[in-house]
């Protein structure tokens, strides 16, 4: 009986993992749909306005207007001076902007950096070190370095940094004096 029961059990068994063993096969997937693209509207960029051409106008007097006559004096009225004429109207043409003029040769422009160095050099000899606070002695100390780097580019031939390393070590000399 026992044989039976277990037969019958594993009948079961067998029979009910053959019921589910079917596979599955997957849906066929369905097509996205891709909506069409917007409409491209391109705007032509806005030109960038010119500056008007520089004007150069003419002075233009005003005109003159004849004397008033006045009429036969009278010993209680009041006799004003004639007024002077009003100066012509003048309209400034646009002012250029300042610039450094730059010099035109190399030996002018170490010329420019020597002068330079002189005056941050002499600046410097008339600073009391001693005197200075921390800040300032640190300046000094950067003055100092720079002093040296315009040196040594003027004898290497780079005037561009010679001219630029001296400007700041004049200023930076001159503001120790103050």
């Known amino acids: 009986m026992r044989r039976l029961l277990f037969v019958a059990a ?14 599955k096969t997957p849906a066929a997937p369905t097509a996205l749909e891709v909506p069409s693209p917007p409409p491209r509207i391109i705007v032509p960029p806005d030109p960038e306005p010119t500056p008007p051409p520089p004007t150069i106008t003419e002075v233009t ?10 009429a ?23 002012t250029a902007t300042l610039q450094q003029a730059l010099p035109t040769t190399a030996s002018e422009a170490a010329r420019q950096v020597r002068e330079l160095l002189t005056r941050a050099k ?25 002093v040296a780097q315009a040196d040594q ?24 004096l103050r």
């Open 122 to 146: 002499e600046d410097l000899k008339r600073v009391n070190y001693a005197a200075l606070s921390a800040d300032a002695k640190s300046q000094y100390d950067t003055a100092s370095r720079f």
């Open 153 to 176: 580019a003027l004898k290497e031939g780079n005037l561009v940094f010679a001219a630029k390393v001296a400007d700041k070590a004049a200023g930076l000399a001159a503001s120790l």
């Open 61 to 70: 007097p005003k005109p003159q207007t004849p004397p008033r006559r006045q």
């Open 72 to 94: 036969a004096a009278r010993p209680d009225a009041k006799t004003e001076p004639p007024r002077p004429a009003e100066p012509p109207v003048v309209t400034a043409a646009p």
């Open 10 to 23: 594993m009948l079961a068994l067998a029979s009910g993992g053959c019921a589910t063993a079917r596979a």
